[in-house]
């Protein structure tokens, strides 16, 4: 692995667990093993290492959401399969993370806000048409409404002075809206199909997420 992949990572760890302001160059260098020096013969800044792991994570969390849902059976698996890997990065995520990163890291801030805007909430829209497209979803639903509620929603799960429960509890939060805001666009044939899911997952939690 190049050092800039390593020092990347290990940043990345390091910012997700105790938040951005905290953590020093002092502090990625001795978790790399390396100098200060050779951490500046990459990035000009912490500024910049910031901006670099948020970049790094939304190419990954893209690429991996892609590649994962391209086998998804229906759009309700699709999106219980994209919640699922969200929710694997995020558990350990320090909650205070996304708030030091809008308040102080302007350019790695706008990064977030790109993904969300442009990939997330096309990602949601595209779910929610093929669902009523295949009898899935609500005919009746407002695509564009109910799109940007699911991107708030994961936004609000996120917050820790609307919910401040600690990390432990973030993830909980995050399921309990999911599966409210699935239950809401479901006909018939959409329940039953995620009752299985959910009936599936009981049987092998390895499966689809609950």
């Known amino acids: ?9 290990k940043a990345e760890a390091l910012f997700w667990k105790f938040g951005t302001r905290s953590i020093t ?3 990625i260098a001795r978790e790399v093993g390396i100098s200060k020096k050779t951490i500046y013969q990459h990035f000009t800044d912490k500024d910049d290492i910031v901006y670099q792991v948020i970049q790094y994570r939304v190419e990954k969390n893209r690429d991996n959401v892609q590649c994962k849902i391209a086998d998804a059976h229906d759009p309700i698996e699709e999106i219980l399969i994209a919640s699922e890997m969200m929710r694997e990065h995020t558990g350990g995520m ?6 030091d990163i809008q308040r102080h890291y302007p350019r790695a801030w706008e990064l977030c806000r790109e993904f969300r805007e442009k990939f997330l909430l096309e990602s949601i829209r595209s779910n929610l048409k093929r669902g009523v497209q295949e009898g899935l979803y609500r005919p009746e639903i407002d695509v564009e409404v109910m799109a940007r509620l699911r991107l708030e929603l994961l936004r609000l799960g996120f917050d820790s002075e609307v919910f401040p429960t600690g990390r432990a509890g973030m993830i909980e939060v995050q399921i309990q809206l999911l599966h409210h805001f699935i239950r809401g666009i479901l006909t018939e044939k959409g329940l039953s199909i995620y009752n299985q899911y959910i009936k599936q997952y009981q049987n092998d939690p390895t499966s689809v997420s609950q």
């Not at 190049?2 to 020092?7: A, S």
């Not at 320090?94 to 708030?99: A, C, E, F, K, R």
């Open 1 to 9: 692995m190049e050092v800039k992949e390593r020092i990347l990572l």
């Open 25 to 27: 160059m002092d502090d």
């Open 94 to 99: 320090n909650p205070s993370l996304m708030i």
